[in-house]
Nanobody
Framework: QVQLVESGGGLVQPGGSLRLSCAAA????????IGWFRQAPGKEREGVSS????????SHAAFVLGRFTISRDNAKNTVFLQMNDLEPEDTGTYYC????????????????????WGQGTQVTVSS
């Protein structure tokens, strides 16, 4: 069974940090571009950060530049999203996804560029 599993979400105060993990089961992440997305209640899902197969390319939404870092450890079959200086506006469900069609060729932060999605992990930033 091919599956992506997110973890690491939780409740954090503004200015705090969280590290999200996206682990693969049943397939190797190394062959895929991976993206992180988020969705707040009542809003559309939006791209946050993405990383290419070999890790040589990354892409970040403007609203996370300088705060979030994406990385991958293909040996551990895991992609990470380090989130620093969190703001209440970062609250939402965070999803990771893999792209069958090389997302970096069609738009690394486009929802439609990704095919296989995890169930999400909740991030709440509140004092």
């Amino acid at each position: 069974q091919v599956q992506l599993v997110e973890s690491g979400g939780g409740l954090v105060q503004p200015g705090g940090s969280l590290r999200l993990s996206c682990a693969a089961a049943g397939f190797s992440l190394a062959a895929y571009d991976i993206g992180w997305f988020r969705q707040a209640p009542g809003k559309e899902r939006e791209g946050v950060s993405s990383i290419s197969k070999g890790g040589g390319q990354t892409s970040h939404a403007a609203f996370v530049l300088g705060r979030f870092t994406i990385s991958r450890d293909n040996a551990k079959n895991t992609v990470f999203l380090q989130m620093n200086d969190l703001e209440p506006e970062d609250t939402g469900t965070y999803y990771c996804a893999s792209s069958d069609s090389s997302a970096f060729l069609v738009g690394p932060l486009r929802v439609g560029a990704y095919d296989n999605w995890g169930q999400g992990t909740q991030v709440t930033v509140s004092s």
